[in-house]
């Protein structure tokens, strides 16, 4: 059993809680091991990591990397040379364009990513349909108390006592 500490709110986190943690902390060294792997930097393999979910056009890059159009255009030309990504026109707008993963960086995070993929399937699949939607309900919900630091909500005005809201399910 993990050794328990009360929180700043006085309250002794739950073993649920404390699991979470690991897991964010865990989620932290992978990718920075993975990174280092694959010859990439953090940011450049969080932007594979969003390219395989669905093309992104350079501001979005640079919006979900937090980081300037500048630095996302220097990230997207660095996997475009390597060949894990490539810009395509917009579908709907010509003047736009998209940045696409490729087979290569595909293949990249299958290559160093894997091994998780499959055993993170061979424990969803121990677990039952009703035990899967709690495990969904709270991994959602611990998402979004995630991006309710990450989001301030402008309209409490004092940002700095944590004073947030979630954008999900707004």
């Known amino acids: 059993m993990s050794e328990r500490r ?4 006085g309250r002794v986190p739950s073993e649920a809680t404390l699991a979470l943690r690991d897991l964010l902390e865990a989620g932290a060294r992978l990718r920075h091991v993975v990174s280092r792997r ?8 969080t932007a594979l990591d969003h390219l395989s979910r669905e093309p992104l056009g350079p501001a979005e890059v640079a919006r979900r990397l937090d980081v300037s159009t500048a630095a996302s255009t220097g990230i997207v030309d660095r996997l475009v040379e390597r060949g894990h990504a490539e810009r395509r026109p917009h579908a709907d707008d010509r003047r736009r364009v998209d940045v696409h993963l490729t087979d290569s960086g595909r293949a990249e995070i299958l290559d160093h990513l894997g091994p998780m993929f499959v055993e993170l399937a061979r424990l969803d699949e121990t677990l039952t349909t009703e035990e899967r939607a709690v495990v969904e309900r ?5 998402t979004a108390a995630l991006d309710a630091v990450i989001t301030p909500d402008p309209a409490d005005g004092d940002t700095d006592r944590g004073k947030y809201r979630s954008r999900r399910g707004q």
């Open 138 to 142: 709270y991994l959602r919900g611990a």
């Open 6 to 9: 009360r929180s700043s709110s």
């Open 38 to 45: 694959a010859g990439l930097s953090e940011t450049e393999m």
